[in-house]
């Protein structure tokens, strides 16, 4: 009987379910979507329970457009965004809706945490930097705004985490995930009452699940799940991992001289490392989906998701004649941007509409309009804001190892062969673009295959089921004129902080 593996993925706002071969084919992917709610300025939540009926409806679909047997499914593993809070009661009912990981409501606990020297004193233990996302952040808001509702709580989850529970009926906290909460003593690999103190929410220390590795298996599918997914009763259920584990292991991220960055909702750019990097100067050190291995993350909300607001926010009508044409505003992007060579124009876009990495309360803007510019102008300067905000965090990560001779590249903006040949040319380095169309999936996908012992180990399972199929090449000849459209970002950025 052949054998396939799922993996789902739960994004800010698109669930994806994705079945895999052995050897990494992509067999089927299916995806469904749930509503951001934004009930008061700077808070961004989902009903959870919409978000588990979106995730029957993408594994149902999936199942269905493979046209295999849910008794072909060896095994199911779940990836999600990081942070945020999932609250259930003793029965699994959601008591909040669940909050994303842009929410900011918490933001001034965060900027206390710094100034009073909290931060200082936890950063040995968490290696990482606080936000106002994370689980402490938004524990400390509710302990000062409502904080009935944790009382009602029984579990505070991560969203795969959720996602598992509502699978399984089981309670784990995996640690990939938990490492990034900013919890955990991460060196420990454990909770640490300590921490909980530090931020004033040990109260809430019993909220959390017991913890797990990405390759455990964390339960079975229930008869009931079963029924509502089409999956087998019994599949066993992995542990999972964060989304940024996913995608580096789905881009074959398994030893320190790679390089991955995910250009999605946030800027993701990241390596391994053997040893943690501990530093004020680094945003996040954390587990590895790989025992013995550190993920070392420099990242910001400053990525894709940009171009999402301006296509929804200024290309509606340009959207709907394009589709009707049966095409993507997507292809169309491209197209124009590709018209705009980079010394035509000087616009510059600070791409901080979701959050920034030069300062909490930096604003996206534009600069440098003309009356003669158009939409085009506006496209490529999102595009190489989006790099340059890339760029920044590289820079940062290269104080702490070599340059890499390649990165591999993974989120919604890989599709873009234009986005990517400018990656290439920004960065002076050459783009590498592995298989397959969802790369949360696929990872989620491997690390199933672990759990369940198809594969002995990560590194044997990205060898088995990565594949790379684009090379994007740099042009030398783009240095000059990216080096001098990056000076100006960077300059603007400094000029307008006061303004901030």
Same mark, same amino acid.
């Given at each position: 009987?052949?054998?396939?593996?799922?993996?789902?993925?739960?994004?800010?706002?698109?669930?994806?379910?994705?079945?895999?071969?052995?050897?990494?084919?992509?067999?089927?992917?299916?995806?469904?979507?749930?509503?951001?709610?934004?009930?008061?300025?700077?808070?961004?939540?989902?009903?959870?329970?919409?978000?588990?009926?979106?995730?029957?409806? &993408?594994? %149902?679909?999936?199942?269905?457009? !493979? #046209?295999? /047997?849910?008794?072909? *499914?060896?095994? +199911?593993?779940?990836?999600?965004?990081?942070?945020?809070?999932?609250?259930?009661?003793?029965?699994?009912?959601?008591?909040?809706?669940?909050?994303?990981?842009?929410?900011?409501?918490?933001?001034?606990?965060?900027?206390?945490?710094?100034?009073?020297?909290?931060?200082?004193?936890?950063?040995?233990?968490?290696?990482?930097?606080?936000?106002?996302?994370?689980?402490?952040?938004?524990?400390?808001?509710?302990?000062?705004?409502?904080?009935?509702?944790?009382?009602?709580?029984?579990?505070?989850?991560?969203?795969?985490?959720?996602?598992?529970?509502?699978?399984?009926?089981? &309670?784990? %906290?995996?640690?990939?995930?938990? !490492? #990034?909460? /900013?919890?955990?003593? *991460?060196?420990? +690999?454990?909770?640490?009452?300590?921490?909980?103190?530090?931020?004033?929410?040990?109260?809430?220390?019993?909220?959390?699940?017991?913890?797990?590795?990405?390759?455990?298996?964390?339960?079975?599918?229930?008869?009931?799940?079963?029924?509502?997914?089409?999956?087998?009763?019994?599949?066993?259920?992995?542990?999972?991992?964060?989304?940024?584990?996913?995608?580096?292991?789905?881009?074959?991220?398994?030893?320190?001289?790679?390089?991955?960055?995910?250009?999605?909702?946030?800027?993701?750019?990241?390596?391994?490392?053997?040893?943690?990097?501990?530093?004020?100067?680094?945003?996040?050190?954390?587990?590895?989906?790989?025992?013995?291995?550190?993920?070392?993350?420099?990242?910001?909300?400053?990525?894709?998701?940009?171009?999402?607001?301006?296509?929804?926010?200024?290309?509606?009508?340009?959207?709907?004649?394009?589709?009707?044409?049966?095409?993507?505003?997507?292809?169309?992007?491209?197209?124009?941007?590709?018209?705009?060579?980079?010394?035509?124009?000087?616009?510059?876009?600070?791409?901080?509409?979701?959050?920034?990495?030069?300062?909490?309360?930096?604003?996206?803007?534009?600069?440098?309009?003309?009356?003669?510019?158009?939409?085009?102008?506006?496209?490529?300067?999102?595009?190489?804001?989006?790099?340059?905000?890339?760029?920044?965090?590289?820079?940062?990560?290269?104080?702490?190892?070599?340059?890499?001779?390649?990165?591999?590249?993974?989120?919604?903006?890989?599709?873009?062969?234009?986005?990517?040949?400018?990656?290439?040319?920004?960065?002076?380095?050459?783009?590498?673009?592995?298989?397959?169309?969802?790369?949360?999936?696929?990872?989620?996908?491997?690390?199933?295959?672990?759990?369940?012992?198809?594969?002995?180990?990560?590194?044997?399972?990205?060898?088995?089921?990565?594949?790379?199929?684009?090379?994007?090449?740099?042009?030398?000849?783009?240095?000059?004129?990216?080096?001098?459209?990056?000076?100006?970002?960077?300059?603007?950025?400094?000029?307008?902080?006061?303004?901030?």
């Amino acid at each position: 009987m052949p054998k396939y593996l799922l993996g789902i993925d739960n994004g800010g706002t698109v669930i994806k379910a994705g079945l895999y071969d052995l050897n990494g084919r992509e067999i089927a992917v299916a995806t469904s979507k749930t509503q951001m709610l934004m009930p008061t300025p700077g808070h961004a939540e989902r009903d959870a329970n919409e978000l588990w009926s979106a995730n029957v409806q &993408a594994i %149902a679909a999936v199942i269905r457009q !493979s #046209g295999i /047997s849910p008794d072909e *499914i060896i095994a +199911v593993a779940t990836t999600g965004h990081g942070n945020g809070l999932y609250l259930v009661d003793a029965q699994g009912n959601p008591v909040y809706p669940g909050i994303c990981s842009t929410d900011v409501r918490a933001q001034k606990y965060v900027q206390q945490w710094y100034a009073d020297g909290t931060f200082e004193r936890v950063l040995p233990k968490t290696m990482q930097s606080i936000w106002a996302a994370q689980p402490v952040a938004l524990l400390a808001w509710f302990r000062d705004h409502q904080p009935e509702v944790v009382e009602q709580a029984r579990w505070a989850f991560m969203c795969k985490d959720y996602l598992r529970y509502r699978l399984t009926g089981e &309670a784990y %906290a995996e640690i990939t995930d938990m !490492s #990034g909460s /900013s919890l955990m003593n *991460i060196r420990d +690999v454990t909770y640490d009452q300590e921490l909980f103190q530090a931020y004033g929410i040990e109260r809430y220390a019993d909220k959390f699940p017991p913890l797990k590795h990405s390759a455990e298996i964390c339960g079975h599918v229930t008869k009931a799940a079963a029924e509502q997914t089409g999956l087998r009763a019994g599949t066993p259920v992995a542990g999972g991992l964060f989304d940024i584990d996913a995608c580096g292991i789905a881009t074959g991220m398994i030893t320190p001289e790679k390089l991955c960055l995910v250009v999605g909702t946030w800027s993701i750019n990241q390596y391994i490392s053997p040893t943690p990097i501990v530093s004020k100067s680094i945003f996040m050190t954390s587990l590895y989906c790989i025992p013995g291995y550190w993920l070392v993350l420099e990242g910001s909300p400053t990525s894709a998701s940009n171009q999402e607001w301006f296509i929804a926010e200024f290309l509606g009508e340009a959207q709907t004649l394009t589709e009707q044409d049966g095409h993507s505003i997507y292809e169309r992007c491209n197209e124009w941007v590709a018209q705009i060579a980079p010394e035509e124009s000087h616009i510059i876009f600070l791409p901080f509409l979701y959050g920034a990495n030069v300062g909490w309360d930096a604003s996206a803007c534009f600069l440098g309009i003309k009356g003669w510019h158009h939409r085009a102008h506006l496209l490529r300067a999102i595009y190489e804001g989006v790099i340059f905000s890339h760029r920044t965090h590289i820079e940062k990560l290269l104080a702490f190892r070599e340059p890499p001779q390649a990165i591999r590249l993974t989120g919604g903006a890989a599709r873009s062969e234009v986005w990517m040949q400018m990656f290439a040319d920004v960065l002076q380095t050459s783009i590498e673009i592995t298989a397959g169309t969802e790369l949360g999936t696929l990872g989620a996908a491997i690390c199933g295959g672990v759990a369940t012992g198809v594969f002995p180990s990560f590194e044997q399972a990205a060898a088995n089921m990565v594949q790379m199929t684009r090379v994007y090449t740099p042009d030398a000849s783009k240095q000059a004129i990216y080096a001098e459209k990056y000076a100006a970002y960077r300059q603007a950025i400094a000029t307008l902080r006061p303004l901030s």
